[in-house]
């Protein structure tokens, strides 16, 4: 892990995030104990949680810790990486 | 009258008149619940350690003093050992002791002046801070909790960096760490931190911000108290957490942080969750969404119609309604035409029986004449072929026949033989072979059974089995020649 460090991080930025995605696997957990939503959108909902919860393994299992050192004196990406 | 005194001076109640020990409690409650806990700065006077193990002293300053008191349990407790000219800042609280109508500090704790005033300073910073509200629990912000970009503060030399690198890669690998090395003791360590978080605010969209130090003395961890970096830690674009120095360290960057961590190390595991539970947690929820959805399996069908009808699907759903339209349509004209073919189906079967009909006949006339006229030129052009096969025919038809009368007229032959050797015997001209004779008329007719038969001079014919002679009758004789027994 040290050994990467300096290393230029790819950014998760852009994607939704993990906590917005945990929260929405929640709030899908949450609709769908309620039983009463209308079964097109249970549908929707559970091919939603699916897709969520895939991509939030993805991104659990490709996790390789990335570690920068970023100088205080100088802008970000300016420090010679 | 003994009793000199002015009216005035007796008007007040009686319960207003303090006794002595009620004015000296009512002090002592006073003060003691007024400096229940202070701190004062003086200089230590008239020093002196009793045999009790108890210190008395005074603490003064240029105008005044106040006497002061370490009980023998505190005193193993200073870091220091009190001189007389020391200055020091005791902490403690008023005790006014009524025997002796002597108010004194007693001392739960004591540092000397130099630190002393950093005590000071710290709590004055602590308290300007608090009054501009920045270390209001209203104002800590929530660490998020699956962060993916963690900005740290620390130095770049010592186990700290690496403490917290190990624990973050340990429990939260997927995010990255992004590490402002800083100098965190010493001249330029508060201005080397303050740079540091304003590099850390232009970081783009990161998550937490750590600021550690590891343990050290009082001095050490000074940078933590400065002005400058509390509030570099207060006005963080991201929120932070403090893991400065030991656990019993306080600083003000934790009382102005989003989070005070006790150790570096800890502010590693409070900025981050652990994977594990992570994945658990995620198992969780998909499993259940799964198992909700499977629930709901009684509604299959129905969720195929709507899947099917649903405006996920809008193409589908028309093409259905489209699909469903063109074969009801299909399936009318379908029995319309059946319905016209009904009707006109008897005409046009009728019709078509006529046609076959006359059609039948004509062919059957045509094969009729055409026939006659071929068997009327065979016959003309060959008569002779005609009857040879006629008589083929028949003879074919005699032959069969002949043989049927053949056996036919042998069998009864056979039997027609076996008859007349049967009646061979009783043939009445076989006896003639024999000697006997019969007689007949002249003329066959009859034959002679009675010797009255011809008279005299009469005719007849005797019969032998070779041939007859003509005979005339001279005489009748007498006598019967055979005699019946």
């Known amino acids: 892990m040290q050994g990467r460090e300096g290393k230029e991080g790819e950014s998760m930025a852009g994607k939704m995030s993990f906590e917005d995605a945990m929260g929405r696997l929640e709030e899908i957990v949450r609709r769908l104990e309620e039983g009463e939503v209308p079964l097109e959108e249970s549908i929707k909902l559970y091919e939603e949680g699916m897709k969520i919860g895939k991509m939030c393994r993805k991104i659990l299992d490709e996790t390789d810790q990335k570690i920068r050192r970023l100088s205080a004196e100088n802008e970000e990406g300016k420090d010679g990486e | ?485």
């Open chain 2, 1 to 485: 009258m003994k009793c000199r005194e002015t009216p005035e001076f007796f008007s007040q109640d009686q319960d207003d008149i303090y006794s002595v020990s009620e004015i000296t409690d009512a002090i002592r409650q006073n003060l003691e619940s007024e400096f229940h806990d202070i701190s004062v700065l003086g200089e230590i006077a008239n020093f002196k350690a009793h045999s009790s193990g108890h210190i008395y002293f005074s603490l003064r300053d240029e105008n005044n003093l106040i006497r002061a008191v370490v009980f023998r349990r505190r005193v193993t407790e200073l870091s220091f050992g009190p001189e007389n000219g020391d200055s020091v800042i005791a902490k403690g609280r008023i005790s006014h002791y009524g025997g002796s109508g002597q108010t004194q500090l007693i001392v739960r704790n004591m540092v000397q002046a130099g630190r002393g005033k950093m005590e000071l300073d710290f709590r004055r910073l602590v308290g300007k801070l608090m009054d501009e509200g920045l270390t209001s629990p209203q104002r800590k912000r929530s660490i998020p909790a699956y962060p993916h970009r963690i900005v740290v503060i620390t130095s770049p030399t010592g186990a700290v960096i690496r403490d917290i690198t190990e624990t973050l890669g340990r429990r939260w690998p997927v995010a990255e760490i992004v590490h402002i090395p800083t100098k965190v003791q010493g001249d330029g360590a508060e201005i080397s931190i303050v740079e540091a978080f304003n590099a850390a605010n232009r970081i783009e969209s990161a998550d937490v911000v750590i600021l550690a130090r590891g343990g050290g003395s009082v001095e050490d961890l000074w940078t933590f108290n400065s002005e400058e970096v509390a509030r570099a830690v207060a006005s963080s674009a991201y929120p932070v957490i403090t893991g400065v120095g030991h656990e019993v360290d306080k600083t003000v960057v934790d009382f102005v942080s989003d989070l005070c961590a006790a150790t570096p190390t800890a502010a590693a595991e409070l900025a981050a969750p652990s994977i594990t539970e992570v994945r658990r947690v995620l198992s969780e929820h998909l499993s259940r969404i799964k198992k909700l959805y499977a629930d709901s399996s009684e509604n299959r069908l129905i969720m195929l119609e709507y899947m099917l009808r649903s405006s996920a699907f809008p193409a589908l759903g028309h093409r259905l309604e489209q699909a469903e339209l063109m074969l009801d349509d299909r399936r009318v004209r379908l029995d319309e035409w059946w319905e016209r073919k009904r009707e006109g189906g008897k005409n046009e079967i009728s019709g078509v029986m006529v046609s076959l009909e006359r059609a039948l006949e004509k062919r059957a006339r045509s094969c009729e004449s055409q026939l006659s006229r071929k068997i009327g030129r065979f016959l003309y052009e060959n008569p002779g072929k005609r009857v040879s096969a006629a008589k083929e025919a028949l003879g074919r038809l005699l032959r069969i026949t002949g043989i049927r009368t053949e056996t036919s007229i042998s069998m009864r032959r056979r039997d027609l033989s076996a008859k007349l050797r049967a009646l061979d015997g009783l043939h009445p001209l076989r006896v003639l072979r024999r000697g006997y004779t019969y007689c007949t008329t002249v003329d066959d007719e009859i034959v002679l059974k009675s010797a009255k038969s011809v008279e005299s001079g009469g005719g007849m014919v005797v019969n032998f089995y070779d041939g007859g002679l003509l005979c005339r009758v001279e005489r009748e004789r007498k006598g019967k020649v055979w005699q019946e027994k």
